[in-house]
């Protein structure tokens, strides 16, 4: 059964940088395209980057620029370096599988651009 373990988030003032980090179990990770998703209340999920298992990357165009995602096969983990940051940036941020995410979603991370 896969797990999702997302971490990192906070309250950062705009121009702020933080990183997530997305611990997943499973032997199939390092096979798996892996994405990070957000999503604010009161509207559906948004995706925000993708990363194959070769490293190679997508970024939404809201992201571009600011936003990179990495990962590392041996622990299992995709990580979201998240630069500039602005206070449309705020949601809760959650990785899964991409581009079809699995049903289970794990807890997310909540981040806060607010001065």
């Known amino acids: 059964q896969v797990q999702l373990v997302e971490s990192g988030g906070g309250l950062v003032q705009p121009g702020g940088s933080l990183r997530l980090s997305c611990a997943a179990s499973g032997s199939i990770f390092r096979t798996q395209i892996m994405g990070w998703y957000r999503q604010v209340p009161g509207k559906q999920r948004e995706w925000v980057a993708t990363i194959t298992s070769g490293s190679l990357t997508a970024y939404a165009d809201s992201v571009k620029g600011r936003f990179t995602i990495s990962r590392d096969n041996a622990k299992n983990t995709v990580y979201l370096q998240m630069n500039s940051l602005k206070p449309d940036d705020t949601a809760v941020y959650y990785c899964?599988?991409?581009?079809?995410?699995?049903?289970?979603w794990g807890q997310g991370t909540q981040v806060t651009v607010s001065s």
């Open positions: 899964n599988k991409a581009p079809s995410p699995y049903a289970y």
